[in-house]
């Protein structure tokens, strides 16, 4: 595995980016964007994925990070628990529901998988050298 020096540099994060994107571009719809609570809590629950992978990566500890990274996985959930509201409510196409949906499915299993490797390694961090 390559060295990690930033978050930026993590293919979660970017993906988590991506996806934060997408529902921002999504909420912008005519009839989405006047649901102030349901957009409001989409872009919430979508920018705390990044933001989670983030803040975790920065604490400098594996097993802090680990807690972010269950915080994020929890937060790409509640995303597409939104997806399907925003579904039913006939915000969005079932193209778009299908590809955001998927992306948040992809990046939830990456999530997991990541967080199942550092705990299996023995690295623990730079604050513990």
Known sequence: MATVNKFEDLEIWQKARTICIKVN???QKDKFRKDFSLVDQIKRSSGSVMDNIAEGFERDGTREFIQFLNIAKGSIGETRSQLYRASD???ISQDEFDETYTDCIVLSKQIRSFSN???KCEYRGHKFQ
């Open 25 to 27: 571009l999504l909420t």
């Open 117 to 119: 490797y550092l705990v």
């Open 89 to 91: 409510s006939s915000y």
